[in-house]
């Protein structure tokens, strides 16, 4: 199993980034995928997942409005399209599936059996 982060990086306050994952090694498909971040010296917190088909995806406050979650299932990729950016967006972003059925609390990390590395966005002046 993996799931590689990419796209992070240096943004302005106000600037947009596309964050990409890539998975193998398990049914994508079937796989609800989810982001969180991890803001230096704090906790790692959910920020969007999308479920395996069909359905709204679900936000944190904290970024509802701002940053969009996508899939592909053709491709095993999910995005995380982030507008607006604001410097307490910057964390390391990770990216997550749950290839079993959805049931439980998805903002929670024990929701997810797969986790990617990681991309650091940092939104600076």
């Known amino acids: 199993v993996q799931l590689q982060a990419s796209g992070g990086g240096l943004v302005q306050p106000g600037g947009s980034l596309r964050l990409s994952c890539a998975a193998s090694?398990?049914?994508?498909?079937?796989?609800?995928m989810s982001w969180f971040r991890q803001a230096p010296g704090k906790e790692r917190e959910f920020v969007a997942v999308i479920k395996r088909s069909g359905g709204p995806p679900y936000y944190s406050n904290s970024v509802k409005g701002r940053f969009t979650i996508a899939r592909d299932n053709a491709k095993n990729m999910v995005y995380l399209q982030m507008t607006n950016l604001k410097p307490e967006d910057t964390a390391v972003y990770y990216c997550a599936a749950r290839p079993r059925s959805w049931s439980g609390d998805y903002f929670l990390e024990v929701f997810y059996d797969y986790w990617g590395q990681g991309t650091l966005v940092t939104v600076s002046s």
């Open positions: 090694g398990f049914t994508f498909s079937g796989s609800a």
